[in-house]
């Protein structure tokens, strides 16, 4: 710790507006096991041995550049390939939003491709990231027509795995474009005004995409802190009229006309506006960026856009006479530019992957990451300088001690993320490499699945505060808002499932024996178990932990596997594995990444 | 400012306690927060209020529509590609009972002859035996507002008109000039608790997951699922206990974790108080609903038929949990109709008349009929403008109040008109949203008062209400 903390030195000597561009490429380490398993815990699905291995061979920085250089894993080949298999047994080759989500767990856990001849991903940080954008950026299947659209989910995902490195503002404009977002949010064939018909713009992305994706409500410090006004109310970023002229400039935008030429479906254009489109799941205009039909995009009105200090348009007025296309770069330009973007997406990706309260300084360092990526070239929105802001800050590496509340740092771990790290640390998989779909599925045990929000405002919120001492003290807790009664029981038994019924070798269960169903290799650790069960806790101590489980658990769970004895069927070894990972997963220690 | 005794109660185990303490354990916090529960409620009968939340933003101007010939006019004038067929509202159409005793509530205020959305014969057919009402043009407001006075800014509005998630938080809050507010359920839930036999049995229960307008400050909601109560198959009661788990090792291993010494960190208490929570609880649930005999009412299988079925259950076995008096919150979503607007209404309404009436049909069969009353409401009514085959978010919008308590068979409010913002309609925003006429805090308090909240604690929960033409919108009498 000694050695760590004086590479940390310049931070108390330079003011924190100097960091970026000095201290980032001075972090070193990890010095120890314990805290390459905590850097991977919040970079990836989960640490493994190997990766802690590796991280502590090549340290943090290298780390980042091989996952940075590392080829992008999509959705959509698995999706192909599943198509293209025999339909024996029946449904084989079903593509429905569960094929999807198979193809996420393959990526997530990087197992074995069967549709790209095994191949495992090496994403695993862009994954991670990928999945939360989601969370911010969110289309669902909870919705009347995505639900049966796997191929623009898949491409979906696709994309947000694509631009997880690339500049926040290409983010934008393909989360702007994307069919499955303009069916989402209803921007798809809106159109300008038609008073004969009553007809005004649809607001729908309009307000979401300020709301949601960029600016938030209320105008925001550097440090992410709501500015106030003389009678210390928030002051809010925009009113009705930009949300109206956001509107005005989102119209005239249909399907991607490409492929539509074969007969198969109608293609776009003016006299067939509201009636044209895709009519297979995997046609083409599926991904393919919107693109506009001149007639009813509104052409003609003066729109006002946000206006902020230093904003390039006058007043932040868009004058009339563009096309769909001008209309929109400007638009997401005027976006772009707003000082808010940096704070909001900070906040929102640090709570994603390090904690639920970052100090003002922490979302201060990112947002000027993201103001300027430090290089010659400054760029804005540099995602990539972001994310690497993110898990090298202090805070990040450094964790309770470094900041002025300890007792408050941390986030609870996102339910899902306990599965992906439970298979991960235990190398499961599947007999064919497949991943078999639950009953019931698995946003209704785990409150969340990825692409499945019940609504464009995710699984929790950003700003939620769990009644009691959370909210008591001002505190946020964004998954707290899916720690339900209802799953605080359904978690720990769908992980009991997991880890009591789905072994390697195991006949235990109905689904023990699938050829789908995704197994632990418990049988691992299983010498270590009977031989040393202090040994075995100290391994998922680190594995699961980061090594920071209080001597109080350790003592628990020894006394726990020491009192499993019977070996009379030579599984004991497995038993106390079994037993270990339960308990260890649904603990209040494991549960908050720390 | 006054600190309620409430407040100070909290504020003092706080400081006593220095928040650490607090939770220690389940039982500690159960015994403070009995204790810290206002104790000047008793109740000897039982009540029940049912929000059913259409998540969203409804669009009763679809819901409720006029057939007389001239008004309906005006409506397909508005609605052009989105209006309803005249002869099938006629053909669903309400016969409101006349104004009796000086009391609010009759025929609607227009003048005018309405009919349900023709998806909701079953609703239709509630309202017309007395079992149903109308609140017309409920919105979230700040102060009574004008088209002249929102125009011309000489009266806030309520902050971010049109969010969805704003306007839910000031729906479910009741108070869009506190952003840190809890809901008002939630509050109810606060003063009333201490009436229940059993106070530590959570009055607030939502079969649709974690929501605001249950956030109390004291009283925890308590999700269920409609499926049922599970418990833990580790514990050795639950669905694959016969795998594995089960012995006194086990379970004294698991409860040490949950229950044993009080976390360092915060968010570890917090996750340790309610997984710990959730086991009490359903260990009380399970034996309950274990006993109780079968439902006669066939529900229908939907997402609001299932959360209100279980609803009935729970009504079954509320003397077993202690309860006098619950607040219960059932949801659907899929109203926010921008585009696709008819058949996605015909859908979502279809599921909302059918899940209502056979819940009202439980109650009584149950006996409770004018002991729960069952209340809608959404994040706003739609624009009364279109959008391309659909609407967008609007402001006020028309609900429904259902139970044998209500006196049904009328409107209460003020319709709004219908007419297009060209042609000068007095409700409009001036860009197709209806001002609302009826504030929710209105709307709030008349249910809180059924329920039995006393005035100061209805003046404490409603601050704002005073500021209203009426405290009481008369529904039950």
Same mark, same amino acid.
């Not at chain 2, 003092?12 to 000047?40: C, E, H, I, P």
């Not at chain 2, 025929?107 to 349900?116: E, H, R, V």
């Given at each position: 710790m000694k050695a760590f903390t004086s590479n940390w030195l310049c931070i108390s000597v330079l003011a924190l507006v100097l960091w970026p561009t000095l201290c980032l490429a001075q972090v070193a380490g990890p010095y120890s096991d314990a805290e390459a398993a905590r850097f991977l815990a919040q970079a990836t699905f989960g640490p493994t041995a190997t990766d802690i291995v590796h991280l502590r061979q090549v340290g943090y920085q290298a780390w980042l550049n091989e996952q940075l250089a590392a080829p992008v894993s999509t959705q959509k080949p698995y999706l192909d390939w599943v198509a293209g298999l025999p339909n024996v047994p029946d449904g084989n080759n079903t593509v429905n939003d569960d094929t999807r989500m198979e193809a996420w767990w393959i990526n997530a856990l990087g197992t074995p491709d069967p549709s790209r001849g095994k191949r495992v991903a090496t994403d695993q940080l862009r994954q991670r990231v990928a999945f939360a954008l989601s969370e911010i950026f969110v289309v669902s299947n909870a919705n009347g027509t995505l639900a049966y659209e796997p191929y623009a989910l898949a491409s979906w995902h696709d994309m947000l795995a694509t631009d997880a490195f690339g500049n926040y503002r290409s983010l934008l404009e393909d989360v702007t474009k994307h069919p499955a977002m303009a069916t989402y949010l209803s921007m798809l064939a809106n159109q300008k005004a038609d008073p004969t018909q009553n007809i005004h713009p649809d607001e729908n992305y309009a307000r979401e995409v300020m709301q949601l994706f960029s600016v938030g409500l209320v105008q925001l410090n550097p440090d992410g802190t709501p500015k106030l006004d003389a009678s210390n109310q928030p002051i809010p970023t925009y009113d009705q009229t930009v949300v109206r002229g956001m509107a005005a400039v989102f119209t005239g935008w249909n399907w991607n006309n490409t492929s539509c030429v074969t007969g198969s479906w109608t293609c776009c254009a003016a006299d067939t506006y509201t009636n044209c489109g895709p009519s297979n799941t995997n046609d083409p205009a599926w991904w393919n960026p919107l693109q506009p039909v001149a007639d009813f995009h509104d052409s003609t009105s003066d729109k006002q856009l946000l206006n902020y200090p230093g904003v390039a348009l006058s007043n932040g007025i868009l004058a009339h006479g563009g096309d769909a296309r001008s209309e929109m770069t400007a638009t997401l330009d005027n976006i772009f530019n707003h000082p808010n973007v940096g704070p909001f997406i900070a906040r929102r990706l640090i709570q994603r992957l390090v904690t639920s309260n970052p100090t003002p300084g922490y979302v201060r360092h990112i947002a000027q990451v993201f103001a300027d990526d430090g290089s010659s070239a400054h760029v804005r929105g540099n995602l990539q300088a972001v994310v690497q802001a993110i898990l090298l800050d202090p805070e990040a590496v450094i964790g309770a001690s470094y900041v002025p509340n300890p007792d408050a740092y941390g986030k609870l771990r996102e339910p899902l993320l306990k599965l992906t790290h439970l298979w991960r640390a235990m190398a499961a998989g599947s007999q064919n490499g497949r991943v078999d779909t639950p009953y019931p599925e698995w946003e209704s045990s785990y409150g969340q699945a990825p692409l499945r929000s019940p609504s464009v405002f995710n699984f929790f919120k950003p700003d939620f505060q769990q009644p009691g001492e959370l909210r008591q003290r001002g505190l946020y807790g964004p998954e707290f808002q899916i720690h339900t009664a209802t799953t605080a029981v359904a978690i720990p038994n769908d992980i009991f499932h997991r880890i009591f019924c789905d072994y390697t070798t195991s006949t235990r269960c109905y689904t023990s024996s699938g050829p789908n169903t995704m197994s632990i290799n418990a049988d691992r650790d299983a010498a270590l178990a009977l031989n040393n069960p202090a040994g075995l806790v100290d391994l998922y101590n680190l594995l699961f932990m980061s090594g920071q489980m209080s001597s109080f658990m350790h003592s628990t769970l020894l006394t726990r596997l020491n009192a499993l004895t019977d070996n009379s069927a030579g599984d004991l070894g497995r038993q106390r594995v079994q037993h270990a990972l339960y308990l260890i997963i649904n603990s209040p220690e494991y549960s908050v990444q720390k | 400012?006054?600190?309620?005794?409430?407040?100070?109660?909290?504020?003092?185990?706080?400081?006593?306690?220095?928040?650490?303490?607090?939770?220690?354990?389940?039982?500690?916090?159960?015994?403070?927060?009995?204790?810290?529960?206002?104790?000047?409620?008793?109740?000897?009968? !039982?009540?029940?209020?049912?929000?059913?939340?259409?998540?969203?933003?409804?669009?009763?101007?679809?819901?409720?529509?006029?057939?007389?010939?001239?008004?309906?006019?005006? !409506?397909?004038?508005?609605?052009?590609?989105?209006?309803?067929?005249?002869?099938?509202?006629?053909?669903?159409?309400?016969?409101?009972?006349?104004?009796?005793?000086?009391?609010?509530?009759?025929?609607?205020?227009?003048?005018?002859?309405?009919?349900?959305?023709?998806?909701?014969?079953?609703?239709?057919?509630?309202?017309?035996?007395?079992?149903?009402?109308?609140?017309?043009?409920?919105?979230?407001?700040?102060?009574?507002?004008?088209?002249?006075?929102?125009?011309?800014?000489?009266?806030?509005?309520?902050?971010?008109?049109?969010?969805?998630?704003?306007?839910?938080?000031?729906?479910?809050?009741?108070?869009?000039?506190?952003?840190?507010?809890?809901?008002?359920?939630?509050?109810?839930?606060?003063?009333?608790?201490?009436?229940?036999?059993?106070?530590?049995?959570?009055?607030?229960?939502?079969?649709?997951?974690?929501?605001?307008?249950?956030?109390?400050?004291?009283?925890?909601?308590?999700?269920?699922?409609?499926?049922?109560?599970?418990?833990?198959?580790?514990?050795?009661?639950?669905?694959?206990?016969?795998?594995?788990?089960?012995?006194?090792?086990?379970t004294n291993a698991y409860n040490a974790l949950i229950r044993g010494p009080t976390p360092s960190n915060a968010l570890e208490r917090a996750f340790a108080a309610s997984s710990s929570s959730a086991i009490d609880y359903y260990t009380v649930l399970i034996d309950a609903l274990s006993q109780a005999p079968a439902l006669t009412t066939t529900f229908p299988d939907t997402e609001l038929g299932n959360q209100l079925k279980m609803v009935a259950q729970l009504l079954q076995v509320r003397a077993k949990l202690g309860a006098n008096r619950q607040i219960f919150f059932v949801s659907a979503g899929g109203y926010d109709t921008h585009t696709d607007q008819l058949a996605q209404q015909q859908a979502n309404l279809t599921q909302l008349s059918q899940a209502l009436s056979a819940f009202y049909n439980a109650t009584v069969a149950l006996g409770l009929d004018q002991k729960v009353t069952a209340f809608t409401a959404s994040d706003f009514g739609r624009s009364l403008s279109v959008n391309s085959g659909g609407t967008d978010h609007g402001w006020g919008g028309h609900h429904f109040v259902v139970g044998g308590a209500v006196r049904g068979q009328r409107f209460y409010g003020a319709m709004p008109s219908l007419l297009t913002t060209a042609a000068g309609n007095p409700n409009d925003t001036g860009y197709g949203q209806i001002i609302p006429t009826t504030a929710v805090d209105q709307y709030g308090a008349t249910l809180a008062s059924w329920l039995g909240v006393n005035g100061s604690d209805i003046a404490s929960i409603f601050p704002n209400l005073g500021r209203f033409n009426s405290s009481n919108l008369r529904i039950f009498g």
């Open positions: - | 400012m006054p600190i309620s005794r409430r407040e100070f109660l909290r504020r003092s185990m706080y400081a006593t306690l220095g928040g650490v303490g607090l939770y220690s354990g389940f039982g500690n916090l159960r015994l403070l927060q009995a204790a810290a529960l206002q104790s000047n409620y008793a109740f000897s009968d !039982y009540k029940a209020l049912v929000c059913v939340y259409l998540y969203g933003g409804n669009d009763g101007f679809n819901t409720i529509v006029p057939y007389d010939s001239a008004t309906y006019a005006t !409506y397909a004038g508005s609605r052009a590609g989105l209006a309803l067929a005249q002869a099938d509202i006629q053909a669903n159409n309400l016969t409101p009972a006349a104004f009796v005793g000086g009391l609010p509530g009759g025929p609607p205020s227009d003048g005018a002859a309405y009919g349900l959305h023709p998806a909701m014969p079953e609703l239709r057919g509630l309202f017309n035996a007395g079992h149903a009402a109308v609140v017309a043009n409920v919105g979230s407001l700040l102060y009574p507002i004008t088209q002249q006075q929102f125009q011309q800014g000489q009266v806030p509005p309520p902050p971010q008109l049109f969010s969805h998630d704003d306007q839910t938080a000031q729906w479910q809050t009741s108070r869009p000039d506190d952003a840190n507010a809890n809901g008002w359920g939630g509050r109810i839930a606060d003063v009333l608790s201490s009436g229940n036999a059993n106070p530590q049995f959570s009055m607030s229960m939502t079969l649709s997951g974690t929501n605001l307008f249950q956030r109390g400050a004291m009283v925890n909601q308590y999700a269920i699922d409609p499926g049922g109560v599970q418990a833990m198959s580790y514990l050795g009661n639950g669905l694959e206990s016969w795998v594995a788990g089960g012995t006194t090792d086990d």
